[in-house]
Nanobody, 116 residues
């Protein structure tokens, strides 16, 4: 199983980025995909999830700014991030989990830096 996250970079406050998470080795359409982030000195936190049914869940801090989506044909999950703030600076990780009791697979992380 491989999850490859990409799309991070340096952006000014108010800007946008789109993260991608390409997966292999799983039946992608059956998995809940998630984006998490970890800022320096802080614990990893949930950003957003999207189920196989395409229902979504967001952290309050990113609601109305971030959008999670998936393309089952491309085995890829996305995180569109708009109106970025300096406090969004973190390493962003994607993960995949089929059920709450199943193993969780993680990508390697992609760094997002938002300058003020």
């Amino acid at each position: 199983v491989q999850l490859q996250a990409s799309g991070g970079g340096l952006v000014q406050a108010g800007g946008s980025l789109r993260l991608s998470c390409v997966t292999s080795g799983i039946i992608f359409s059956s998995y809940t995909m998630g984006w998490y982030r970890q800022a320096p000195g802080k614990q990893r936190e949930l950003v957003a999830t999207i189920r196989s049914s395409r229902s979504t869940n967001y952290a309050d801090s990113v609601k109305d700014r971030f959008t999670i989506s998936r393309d089952n044909a491309k085995n890829t999950a996305y995180l569109q991030m708009n109106s970025l703030k300096p406090e969004d600076t973190a390493v962003y990780y994607c993960n995949a989990q089929r059920t709450p009791m199943s193993p969780t697979y993680w990508g390697q992380g992609t760094l997002v830096t938002v300058s003020s």
